[in-house]
């Protein structure tokens, strides 16, 4: 009757442990960190291997939703190419990048993402860097803020240090251990001044550490001296090539 399955088609999630996964496992990295930090890295899920034989014509979809487990926020458009062929969610993430810089290039105006738990801290914050031409998007924790970071890239993040849920010190080490944030400069604002917390910031990988409260001349002109910094160093490293 030309129904049902025949035969046994295997779908497979393989894990390649790289120097990147090697540190987070070594740092005891979170499940959700590791199966994040793989897919970046091009790993395809049970569910994206699954999908990948269904596009092909060896299987149904319905049998792989069976089988396998749907990732979060999956949306299969996104992950098309333009000949229909699936992509890895780190491929899409590169595709993304790419079109937001060329959207960026085309309006010229620079993104900012602000991080705090404050939202008279945020909107203060974007009142100054609006003023100086900035764009401006908010998150009110560091897991909101790598949420966003998951679909946009800004030109630069600006972070408090203690928040709900992630703070600032772990929303830089996760940026920092991703080659696509390399040339995102980040700078920490807050109200924690003493030494160890700024030398604590700086050795994570921040570019500028800023005490609160806020000062809006002094914020604009750190910020455009950051901004300009990895202007100029993009663009040195470009003429080397």
């Known amino acids: 009757m030309n129904i049902g399955y025949k035969g046994r088609l295997g779908v497979h999630e393989v894990l390649y442990v790289n120097d990147r996964m090697r540190k987070l496992i070594s740092r005891g990295a979170t499940d959700r960190e590791l199966m994040q930090a793989a897919r970046e890295d091009d790993m395809l899920t049970l569910f994206e291997d ?24 999956y949306n299969m458009a996104e992950h098309l190419d333009d000949d229909q062929q699936l992509m890895s969610f780190g491929e ?3 595709q993304m990048d790419k079109v937001n810089a060329q959207k960026k290039v085309a309006t010229e105006q620079k993104t900012i993402l602000v991080v705090d738990d404050s939202i008279s801290v945020r909107n203060l914050v ?44 772990e929303l830089l080490r996760r940026m920092r251990e991703q080659e696509r944030f390399n040339d995102v400069p980040i700078i920490m604002l807050t109200a924690r001044k003493n030494e160890d917390d700024e030398v604590q910031g700086f050795n994570a990988g921040a570019d500028d550490y800023i005490g609160k409260p806020v000062e809006p001349l002094k914020l604009q002109a750190r910020v455009k001296k950051t901004l300009n910094l990895y202007e100029h160093i993009i663009s040195r490293s470009k003429g080397m090539q």
């Open 50 to 73: 699954g999908l990948s034989k269904a596009l092909a014509g060896q299987t149904s979809l319905q049998e792989v939703v069976r089988a396998s487990t749907l990732p979060e926020r």
């Open 126 to 169: 974007e009142f100054v860097l609006d003023a100086d031409g900035y764009k401006v998007m908010q998150a009110e924790d560091g897991q909101q803020a790598w949420n966003i970071l998951q679909r946009y890239k800004p030109n630069l993040v600006l972070t408090d240090y203690e928040m709900p849920n992630m703070n600032g010190i």
């Open 92 to 94: 899409t993430q590169r």
